[in-house]
């Protein structure tokens, strides 16, 4: 694992303005107004979450309210939207994949698998004569 080392300024780990513009974004798209987004994770969390908190984290003039990445899932479950996590993924250097591609990776590795294990059978038995 690469540690990143940060001597002085931001470096490219600094990712809050990517994610405070993620989050205004999404927050604008979807149909549920601020309250009912703060409502909805406040009951998916278990911790109180309000309209106001919604209002200082995509607000460009309160940099100092940053968005607490435990809050990821329950905003992107209530906005209807994973492009939050799509961005905290992609910026760690992965990628995600929904279910479809999960089982069509399933299926790539076991075809793989059994190509190799047909590959080890003919290399063994190949002077084999019956």
Do not use: N
Not at 23 to 42: H, P, Q
Not at 63 to 68: A, G, I, K, S, T
Not at 100 to 107: A, M, R, T
Request: glycine share 6%; net charge positive.
């Amino acid at each position: 694992m690469t540690y990143l080392r940060i001597k002085g300024g931001r470096g490219r780990a600094y990712d809050a303005v990517a994610i405070r513009r993620i989050i205004t974004s999404e927050v604008k798209r979807c149909a549920k107004a601020r309250f009912e987004i703060a409502e909805g994770m406040a009951k998916l969390l278990g911790v109180p979450v309000t309209e106001r908190m919604i209002t200082s984290f995509t607000a460009d003039s309160k940099e100092l309210h940053r968005w607490p990445a435990e809050f990821d899932i329950a905003f992107c479950e209530v906005v209807g939207s994973y492009r939050l996590l799509a961005e905290r993924v992609r910026r760690a250097g992965f990628q995600m994949i929904g279910p479809k591609d999960q089982e069509l990776l399933k299926i790539g590795r076991a075809f793989s698998a059994r190509a190799e294990a047909q590959a080890i059978l003919d290399a063994k038995f190949a002077a084999v004569k019956l």
